[in-house]
T-cell receptor
Framework: KQEVTQIPAALSVPEGENLVLNCSFT??????LQWFRQDPGKGLTSLLL?????REQTSGRLNASLDKSSGRSTLYIAASQPGDSATYLC????????FGAGTILRVKS | DAGVIQSPRHEVTEMGQEVTLRCKPI?????LFWYRQTMMRGLELLIY????????DSGMPEDRFSAKMPNASFSTLKIQPSEPRDSAVYFC??????????????FGDGTRLSIL
């Protein structure tokens, strides 16, 4: 059974810092891995999707990496802003999405 | 473009009542998913459909839960009878290609369900 773990559970940083969110998974037989953002009272917004054959994906200040063999992914956020404050969820797609518990990020101005 | 549309946004009802949650996926998307989110268990997949056919309902917690997708633009999730432990946020998501693809899932804003 696939299990997804996200570390840290919560993170508070001053504006402008670069930060890294971590995701690990137990079964490397995956199609892709996705990072989502969830704002309070809202649904999930897809940030980045990395296919199993890829090593990383970039979108603006976000960069996600994937090491399938070791069962790890990281989401790097450069020059963090208060608007980045949200919960970040990692989801692994075998034949269905399995989500981690998320990292609650607070960026202080 | 309209995203995934869910209704109602909030539902408060007494235990024992029937609850129906509704979802309209993004036009052209072939796969639809129902998830439940709670503090204790996080986000869990309940069921998903591909081309209107249920593919995996192993996440449906009990026989009290049922889901249908009568056509490509509409799905329902029903709970009958409802119980307080069913209180959660229920999300619907859709995607154009599921499985080994580069297409992400798009989520609705969810239905916040409270069973008293």
């Amino acid at each position: 059974k696939q299990e997804v773990t996200q570390i840290p559970a919560a993170l508070s940083v001053p504006e402008g810092e670069n930060l890294v969110l971590n995701c690990s998974f137990t079964d490397s037989a995956i199609y892709n891995l996705q990072w989502f953002r969830q704002d309070p009272g809202k649904g999930l917004t897809s940030l980045l999707l990395i296919q199993s054959s890829q090593r990383e994906q970039t979108s603006g200040r976000l960069n996600a990496s994937l090491d399938k063999s070791s069962g790890r992914s990281t989401l790097y956020i450069a020059a963090s802003q208060p608007g980045d404050s949200a919960t970040y969820l990692c989801a692994v797609n075998g034949n269905k999405l399995v989500f981690g518990a998320g990292t609650i990020l607070r960026v202080k101005s | 473009d309209a995203g995934v549309i869910q209704s109602p946004r909030h539902e408060v009802t007494e235990m024992g009542q029937e609850v129906t949650l509704r979802c309209k996926p993004i036009s052209g998307h072939n796969s639809l998913f129902w998830y439940r989110q709670t503090m204790m268990r996080g986000l869990e997949l309940l069921i998903y459909f591909n081309n209107n056919v249920p593919i995996d309902d192993s996440g449906m917690p009990e026989d009290r839960f049922s889901a249908k997708m009568p056509n490509a633009s509409f799905s329902t999730l029903k709970i009958q009878p409802s119980e307080p432990r069913d209180s959660a946020v229920y999300f619907c998501a859709s995607t154009s290609v599921f499985g080994d693809s580069n297409q992400p899932q798009h989520f609705g804003d969810g239905t916040r369900l409270s069973i008293l």
